[in-house]
């Protein structure tokens, strides 16, 4: 499994923008897809997953209403379309891949990861 991530940048408060994720080597419709971030100094924290055999998706608290997951099965890619964004989303956002078809938040549950891509946001 390969995951390449791709898309971040520096953006002012406010702005958006939008991870990719590129996959290979798995089928989309048997994993969970999930995006977590690391900001300097804290721990490895989950943003959002989906679930690609029902659709389901799921956020963290703070990023509801503002970031959203999806895919392109045919690409197999996934993306994270972020809005609003604040000087606290500033982190470094990574794909990973769960072998196993139940959404969990800890990152010690995705046994593959892509290498990230980091997001700046200016205040």
């Known amino acids: 499994v390969q995951l390449q991530a791709s898309g971040g940048g520096l953006v002012q408060a406010g702005g958006s923008l939008r991870l990719s994720c590129a996959a290979s080597g798995l089928t989309f419709s048997r994993y969970i897809m999930g995006w977590f971030r690391q900001a300097p100094g804290k721990e490895r924290a989950f943003v959002a997953a989906v679930r690609w055999t029902s659709g389901y998706t799921y956020y963290a608290d703070s990023m509801k209403g503002r970031f959203t997951i999806s895919g392109d099965n045919a690409k197999n890619t996934i993306y994270l379309q972020m809005n609003s964004l604040k000087p606290e989303d500033t982190a470094v956002y990574s794909c990973?891949?769960?072998?196993?078809?139940?959404?969990?938040?800890?990152?010690?549950?995705?046994?593959?990861w892509g290498q990230g891509t980091q997001v700046t946001v200016s205040s």
């Open positions: 990973a891949v769960r072998p196993v078809l139940v959404i969990t938040t800890n990152p010690d549950d995705y046994p593959y």
